[in-house]
């Protein structure tokens, strides 16, 4: 038996159960993370990127950042992460971070590493707890994803440098995609030689350039090629899976230290390049997805009144989850891949 999932799932079920009641009485307890989608601007042009279908007139000025900053700190959320786009095309990055760290906020960011160099190495690691860094595969196959012949380079030595100079908790991650399924061992073993202090693994989401371009999603014979490589290497490489693959029936247990469970309006939520509060920045910048703007309403205020559809379950109140046995294990899965009916990883792989 995993005992530590069996614990993580009672902890789990305590925490929704005691997070609902007190909403009942009024009482909405802050999220303890929230990221910021800070740009979608980037220096690359990933064949897989989700953020390509939005672009934007304006982006939240420094001031309003500290502002913001300032409510949430007040309100005692603990963790504020800038992700993008690539969050390094902010000038302002470290002067918000250096406001957050001021606030006392853990911090963390995610970025493709081409702007991590030796000058500014040392701020990086004053402004930033936990960096990820993506890599989705050996030299020839990251940068053919990637659509720049230094990308690969470029992270790479970002990861050693921070390795050696920052103390930040670093994490590698890979989107496997049809284009990278193949290179997954020989990246293995560059990830053994960086030893980040975690591997996040997750598949392709179907949204802005992978919405178009169906060719990338992997078929039954890759996705369980991807979890039998994560079954047999996720204490070598401390493997974390990407939330977004939902429920996994029989894997379930053997690749996850906890059951599925998607954070959106319990503890985690996302500020969008122009003031949108919306649930995560896997999710498109759209009406469905706000819940509210900080330029026009408190953000505690928006997180008390607004996430009605993830407290409220509403993925499963279809005709297939309503009576799916699993159905306390998934919650009907992940928001953005129901956005193409993929949010069952159980049903379409045979789990
Ligand atoms: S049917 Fe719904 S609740 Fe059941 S495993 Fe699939 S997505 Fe989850
Ligand atoms: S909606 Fe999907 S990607 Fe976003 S936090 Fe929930 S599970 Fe993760």
């Known amino acids: 038996m995993n005992l530590k999932f069996f614990f993580r799932n009672i902890n789990q079920q305590i925490f929704t159960s005691t997070f609902k009641f007190s909403c009942e009485g009024g009482k909405v307890n802050p999220p303890k993370y929230v990221l ?30 500290k502002k913001f900053i300032d409510d949430i700190a007040r309100y005692r959320v603990e963790f504020f992460m800038a992700t993008g ?20 906020l853990h911090t963390g960011v995610a970025t ?8 500014n190495v040392s ?3 004053r402004f930033f707890e936990s960096i990820m860094i993506s890599i989705d595969g050996t030299r020839e196959v990251h940068n053919k994803i990637r659509r720049n012949p230094q990308a690969f380079d470029k992270a790479m030595q970002a990861l050693s440098l921070l390795k ?7 994490t590698a991650s890979t989107t496997i995609t049809k284009s990278n399924v193949g290179d997954l061992q020989l990246l293995a073993k560059k990830i053994a030689e960086l030893k980040p202090d975690q591997w996040r693994i997750t598949s392709i989401m ?20 991807v979890l039998d490589f994560i079954k047999k290497n996720r204490k070598q490489f401390n493997i974390q899976v990407g939330e977004n693959l939902g429920y996994l029936g029989r894997y379930e247990r053997e690749i996850k230290d906890g059951p599925f469970f998607c954070p959106v309006g319990y503890l985690t939520c996302c500020l969008g390049v122009e003031g949108n509060i919306r649930g995560c920045p896997e999710q498109p910048d759209n009406d469905f997805f706000h819940e509210g703007n900080i330029l026009k309403d408190t953000f505690e205020n928006i997180w008390s009144k607004g996430f009605r559809k993830y407290r409220e379950q509403d993925l499963i109140k279809n005709e ?11 919650a009907g899965g992940c928001w953005v891949m129901k956005l193409n ?10 789990l």
């Open 164 to 170: 050696k100079k920052s103390r930040a908790y670093l």
């Open 36 to 65: 910021w989608d800070s740009t979608r601007r980037c220096n690359l042009n990933c064949e897989h990127c989700g953020a390509k279908d939005e672009t934007y007139q304006s982006e939240l000025s420094t001031k309003d950042l």
């Open 112 to 119: 493709n590493g081409f702007f991590i160099n030796e000058q």
């Open 341 to 350: 009916s993929l949010n069952c990883s159980k049903m379409i792989y045979k």
């Open 123 to 125: 701020d990086v690691d």
């Open 206 to 225: 179907p949204i802005g350039n992978a919405a178009v371009d169906k060719a990338l999603a992997l078929d039954q014979k890759d996705f369980i090629f």
């Open 320 to 330: 297939t989850c309503n009576v799916c046995k699993d159905k306390k294990m998934c």
């Open 85 to 104: 786009g690539e969050p390094f095309l902010r000038n302002d990055l470290f002067e918000v971070f250096a406001h957050a760290k001021e606030r006392k």
